[in-house]
């Protein structure tokens, strides 16, 4: 075998991590800055899966029913957001562009608005309110739902300030590197079996999204299947006046502005296993419902395309924890929730790897 290319090339990491996501990313980030050598994996290139493919929106309040786990975590995530983006932004000197200027939810004329009894999370607006926030909207929408202080970040640049950081800290990230196995001896982790050899380890965390599944060896399995997502970027530089400046989230479809004059629209859930083909009559709808709630975007012709694939597990929360045998960790099946959910991962598992108490 060609382990022995391996040990000639690379010293042993205290921690391989599997997946070079914004999770593996933010984990390595955190590990690597409390004195740990990591090396990170990935089959293709650092974020150019799900994390490439988001909207980036964080809304826990208005995706999640109240008082369950997962919007219970999404809150505590939200909570951590601007501490985290000031450190990266700090640390790289990248902006991500944080937007936690509020939410807007349009709602049907049929539509009550202000969600179950007694959730008084989102702040119902009418039409002198909602035009004021969002001058270019439909003018046929009449009512809001304004969830104030959630937002967006921008997915991408997030990914690339991780890696950033990462690389400043000396994590050593190995591009076009598939993980096949994970290593076990005397019941416990000792590396990976990499397509281009074998690394030692005692620590291997699995954050390889919608291919966790895929990882072999003798050790706990986790269920995780691919969700598609189909979305589309809009150049609106050129109508800065008539651009959503909030995140706007229909039923049917949403708009994520950057700070730079684009704008996200998605999305679409598909179970259809790995693929990752766009479908122009799926991107045509979407464009459709983008341009019913703003009208202008009608006329913009889209400037990028994409499908991404979402890791969902067994439950609706994301595993993240140890699991057996010694020294394999996981932090997957984070679905819909990656992006906003990053900051929580992040500290849940470095304070089970590095026994800190929480």
């Not at 991780?162 to 076990?184: F, Q």
Request: charged residues 25%; contains cysteine; hydrophobic residues 35%.
């Amino acid at each position: 075998h060609s382990s022995s290319f391996s040990s000639s090339t690379a010293s042993p990491a205290d921690c391989s991590i599997i997946g070079a996501g914004v999770i593996g990313l933010a984990i390595a980030r955190r590990l690597a800055s409390a004195g740990l050598s990591v090396t990170i994996y990935d089959k293709g290139t650092p974020g150019s899966e799900a994390s490439f493919a988001a909207g980036g929106m964080l809304c826990p309040r208005l995706e999640f029913k109240k008082g369950s786990r997962l919007s219970q975590m999404g809150e505590i995530s939200l909570q951590l957001y601007p501490d985290y983006a000031g450190e990266l932004e700090e640390e790289t000197g990248l902006s991500i562009d944080l937007r936690l200027d509020g939410v807007i939810s349009p709602l049907d004329p049929a539509e009550t608005g202000g969600g179950e009894p007694g959730d008084n999370t989102a702040r119902l607006i009418d039409v002198d309110a909602l035009r004021d926030l969002e001058p270019g909207i439909n003018h046929g929408i009449t009512r809001a739902l304004y969830y104030e202080e959630e937002g967006s970040v921008d997915n991408r640049a997030l990914t690339r300030a991780l890696e950033a950081a990462c690389r400043g800290l000396g994590v050593e990230i190995r591009s076009d590197c598939e993980v096949l196995d994970v290593l076990v001896e005397d019941d416990r982790i000792s590396g990976i079996r990499t397509s281009t050899g074998d690394f030692s380890s005692p620590i291997v965390i699995n954050s390889a999204g919608s291919w966790a599944a895929k990882i072999g060896g003798t050790v706990e399995k986790v269920e995780i299947r691919p969700i598609k997502g189909q979305m589309l970027l809009l150049d609106c530089k050129d109508n800065e006046d008539e651009i959503p400046r909030h995140t706007i989230y229909s039923h049917s479809t949403y708009l994520v502005p950057r700070g730079d004059g684009r704008v996200i629209v998605g999305t679409t859930v598909e179970d259809k296993g790995f693929d990752k083909e766009v479908d122009p009559a799926a991107i045509k709808n979407l464009l459709q419902s983008a341009a019913e709630m703003f009208p202008f975007l009608e006329k913009v012709p889209p400037r990028e395309s994409w499908a991404g694939l979402r890791p969902m597990g067994e439950q609706n929360i994301p595993t993240i924890g140890a699991l057996s045998p010694r020294g394999y960790y996981a932090a997957v099946g984070h679905y819909r929730n990656g992006i906003l959910l990053t900051p929580l991962t992040q500290e849940l598992l470095a304070r089970e790897i590095l026994g800190e108490s929480v």
